[in-house]
Structure formats: C-alpha cells, structure tokens
C-alpha cells in the first residue's frame, strides 16, 4: 500500500502562481512512476505532468513552460510549481503514482481555483 497526501491548493488570480506538494508514505520503494492529474467540473481527470519510469518529466502541452515538476526523494515527496495560471486551470488535483506490481493510488485531491 502507497498513501498519497497532497497540499498546497488555494484560490489564486489569475497570473499569480501556486506550489501544490505530494507526500508519499508506505511502500515507497514499490514506486515506479509519479504525477499529477487534474479533474475539472464535467471534465475528464487529465495528465498534468509526470516522472517517467526513466526519471525524466512529461508534461501536458497546455501546462508547458508554466509548470514545473520535481521530487525529493530523501522526503518522500513531490511537488508542482505552478506559474502564470489561467482560469482554465481550475480544477482538483490529484497525486498519482504507479507501483511494479501494477497497483494504482490517488490522493485525495486538492482544489484550485484561479480567478480572472
């Protein structure tokens, strides 16, 4: 079992930025990908930006050059720098990762809102 706490959501205007962080607990070293997906109301949950198996980082095109994903792996966590954020950027967003044995974990989601 992996839990996946996230935190740093809040309402922003637009332009303004926001960092949300993942904090990963239990059986860390089954981990073998991470990223963050966002829902919006009447969306689908979409890719925002992710590790790859290999380390390197895939990112969503509408959130290129405005986001950034990173990790510290002696914490245990995750973050995602968010810049220039636009209205459409509201929604949930979700921490993710993958384990080698093929399980999937959520966390629970936090909320952002960007005002225009």
């Known amino acids: 079992q992996v839990q996946l706490v996230e935190s740093g959501g809040g309402l922003v205007q637009a332009g303004g930025s926001l960092n949300l962080s993942c904090a990963a607990s239990?059986?860390?070293?089954?981990?073998?990908?991470m990223g963050w997906y966002r829902q919006a109301p009447g969306k689908q949950r979409e890719l925002v930006a992710t590790?790859?198996?290999?380390?390197?980082?895939n990112y969503a095109d509408s959130v290129k050059g405005r986001f950034t994903i990173s990790r510290d792996n002696a914490k245990n966590t995750m973050s995602l720098q968010m810049n220039s954020l636009k209205p459409e950027d509201t929604a949930v967003y979700y921490c993710?990762?993958?384990?080698?044995?093929?399980?999937?974990?959520w966390g629970q989601g936090t909320q952002v809102t960007i005002s225009s």
């Open positions: 239990g059986n860390i070293f089954t981990i073998s990908t």
């Open positions: 590790f790859t198996v290999e380390g390197s980082t």
């Open positions: 993710n990762c993958n384990t080698r044995g093929y399980r999937v974990y």
